[in-house]
């Protein structure tokens, strides 16, 4: 199963991004989506669980959790927007944490538990690079990968 990791689009949605999520069996969005045009749009490739972020605002915004556990397989999922809000009782209790907020792309094994931050699919900020990643799953087995985007 390979499931793609997407955060702070920020209102945009890049092709390149699109063509890289094509074929993937799941979408995850770490917030930050800014409106629900990017979650439609995404919902077009495959089904999306996406999380409220800091700069999602309005109806549409209020009708996402702040938070989502997700099983695929026998791997358990976390999503957050923003690692500094999560508890850390509730990372113990699976095996991927996937969040975003910080536009730094990161995969990090802490113990048992895999971090996974995709980075920012959206504008440039700072030098930071514009990313997305990607979470291979077989069986109780979680892989993740960054793959970074071509701004041109």
């Given amino acids: 199963m390979r499931i793609g990791l997407i955060s702070d689009t920020h209102d945009l949605l890049r ?79 699976v095996d991927v944490v996937i969040s975003g907020h910080s536009h730094r792309p990161l995969v990090e094994r802490r113990g048992s538990v895999l971090y996974v931050n995709p980075g920012s699919a959206g504008q440039r900020r700072f030098r930071l690079p514009i990313s997305i990643g990607f979470l291979a799953i077989r069986g109780s087995e979680a892989r993740a990968e960054l793959h970074e985007l071509d701004p041109a």
């Fill in 15 to 93: 092709e390149e991004a699109r063509r890289a999520l094509d074929g993937v069996d799941h979408i995850v969005h770490a917030g930050d989506i800014c409106t629900p045009e990017v979650l439609d749009a995404l919902a077009a490739i495959a089904p999306v669980t996406a999380v409220r972020g800091n700069n999602d605002r309005g109806a549409w915004a209020d009708a996402l959790p702040a938070s989502a556990c997700i099983r695929f397989d026998r791997v358990s999922v976390l999503v957050v927007h923003d690692l500094a809000t999560l508890v850390s009782e509730s990372a113990s209790e």
